[in-house]
């Protein structure tokens, strides 16, 4: 019997799928993502089940629907019920190992991982603000620019530190015991700075949105509220900010590669490179995530390793929630049940004849699921969540008590027509809508956010907030690790700064 294989998942936070240069994007430089993607299957439709980072973490990590797992919005734990994939990858012999941010709530900030030696461990969100003067608010696309942060304490280099430093002890202690590291970065999520290098990279070469606000007319209420008042500056440091950050994570995961392959660490290995959800950067306006558009819900999706095809690029419809059953197959592990992901192993091995598990995907978001409220809107507001199933052609789109969409993926691929009025697709949006509504409906959704309300509170860890991330010490100890940049906890926060504010609560 062959040694079960290690698994290696670089996960990004709110990098779209377009933006890489494997994607055909020849303005940002992913020299090597791009490397390896020439040595993985990658996949061109793959989606999150919810563009927010709590929601589709916790969904990923289950391998379950949002409604299925209590995965609402953002700051939600995960329920003991829930068994999580490096949980099921820790009970039967694997080392599993978290570094990063992962954005959980609640008292367990482990969730199935055996080790953590950094991350959020204080319900802080993980991005570390920047300039400091915002502490502990931070813009979203007007703060492109260049880093204020020392370099060797920017979360994404501390995660390559730390991701190295824990396999390359385990490499030389436990060599025969297969192990399973999630190096979870922070950028390209804002704000968008970067070491002045970067951001000078992309002075007057990033592309504008191929769909402007000019466009705005064309959203319906829910997206509208995603519309950003920008000045062209403004969205142009953005754009540039973002490109910057994408090329700054991307030589961060080649430190990481490249001292693991030098130590022999990645021998019988899978790699996978995804990440959490997308992101608008100016889209029709609209800036972050919780859309139903591609540049939104799309993510890239890179998986390498033993018997995995190499240079194959699929369009098949695959969600996140698929990576936990499809590495259990991969592992030699059984499938636990009642999962709603599906097995894509077969398709990772036999690319040109397996058949696709789905016929299409979910991707669904509640604003008034957030749990810490605020300026969250009530359940009973119209137009406050939508739910979309897609394939390779099309997207059906209902927001609760709004609008119904239709797009047609192949002719209309920036999504800019909605033809669900059309009399000639009636049929079609129907056959999508009973996809859509198959064991799910907005009145269940209501009252199950009502029960998970009830059952919380026993869940939460009642600590203060601490600053963005911590290190945790091997008797289980945890200190913040930016205290010098953050020393101040309780700051006033300037009008307008709503992104990325540190919950006042307790978590």
């Not at 603000?129 to 942060?149: R, V």
């Not at 390793?305 to 499809?326: C, R, Y």
């Amino acid at each position: 019997m062959n040694k079960q294989p290690n698994i290696l998942w670089i996960f990004s936070d709110e990098h779209r799928p377009d933006v890489a240069g494997f994607a055909g994007n020849d303005t940002v430089r992913t020299q090597n993502l791009d490397q390896l993607a020439e040595q993985s299957i990658r996949f061109t439709n793959a989606s999150c089940t919810s563009p927010v980072c709590t929601s589709s973490r916790m969904s990923l990590l289950c391998g379950k629907d949002i409604h299925n797992c209590a995965a609402w919005n953002n700051h939600w734990a995960i329920f003991p019920e829930h068994t999580t994939w490096p949980e099921h990858f820790a009970n039967h012999g694997y080392s599993t190992c978290l570094v990063g941010k992962m954005h959980f709530g609640g008292k367990d900030q482990l969730n199935g991982f055996q080790h953590r030696p950094y991350g959020d461990f204080r319900h802080g969100l993980g991005h570390q603000p920047d300039p400091l003067s915002k502490y502990p608010g931070y813009d979203n696309p007007q703060s492109g620019g260049i880093t204020e942060l020392p370099e060797s304490l920017l979360q994404d280099n501390i995660v390559t530190r730390e991701s190295l430093a824990f396999l390359l002890e385990h490499h030389d202690k436990t060599p025969e015991t297969p192990w399973f590291l999630c190096a979870s970065y922070s950028r390209p999520h804002s704000p968008l700075t970067s070491p002045g290098r970067y951001f000078r990279r992309y002075q007057d070469k990033t592309p504008s949105a191929e769909v402007g606000i000019e466009h705005v007319d064309k959203l319906e209420n829910f997206a509208k509220k995603l519309v950003y008042d920008l000045s062209e500056e403004e969205t142009v440091r953005g754009q540039q900010g973002y490109y910057a950050c994408v090329d700054f994570f991307d030589d961060c995961v080649g430190d990481l590669m490249t001292n693991l392959e030098n130590a022999g660490v990645l021998e019988n290995t899978i790699i996978i490179y995804t990440s959490d959800h997308g992101e608008m950067l100016g889209q029709f306006g609209c800036w972050g995530k919780t859309l139903y558009y591609r540049p939104s819900i799309g993510v890239p999706l890179l998986i390498s390793g033993p018997g995995i095809s190499q240079g194959e690029v699929l369009n098949h419809p695959i969600s996140l929630i698929d990576i936990f059953p499809t590495m259990c197959s991969m592992a030699g592990l059984p499938i636990p049940e009642g999962l709603d992901g599906k097995d894509y192993s077969q398709v990772l091995k036999e690319p040109d004849t397996a058949k696709c598990p789905r016929e299409y995907t979910f991707s669904s978001y509640y604003r008034y699921g957030i749990r810490l409220k605020y300026g969250a809107t009530s359940d009973i507001t119209p137009e406050s969540a939508w739910r979309c199933v897609n394939n390779e052609k099309w997207k059906y789109v209902d927001v609760e008590n709004g609008t119904e969409l239709l797009f047609d993926l192949e002719n209309d691929p920036l999504e800019l027509t909605n033809i669900g009025d059309k009399p000639e697709h009636q049929q079609l949006k129907q056959k999508m809508k009973n996809w859509l509504y198959q064991d799910f409906s907005w009145e269940k959704v209501h009252q199950q956010i009502a029960d998970d309300r009830e059952r919380l509170p026993q869940y939460l860890s009642g600590h203060f907030p601490g600053t963005p991330n911590q290190y945790m010490l091997k008797d289980g100890r945890v200190f913040d690790a930016e205290k010098s940049l953050y020393d101040a906890r309780w700051l006033h926060i300037q009008p307008g700064l709503t992104g990325g504010i540190i919950p006042q609560q307790f978590g």
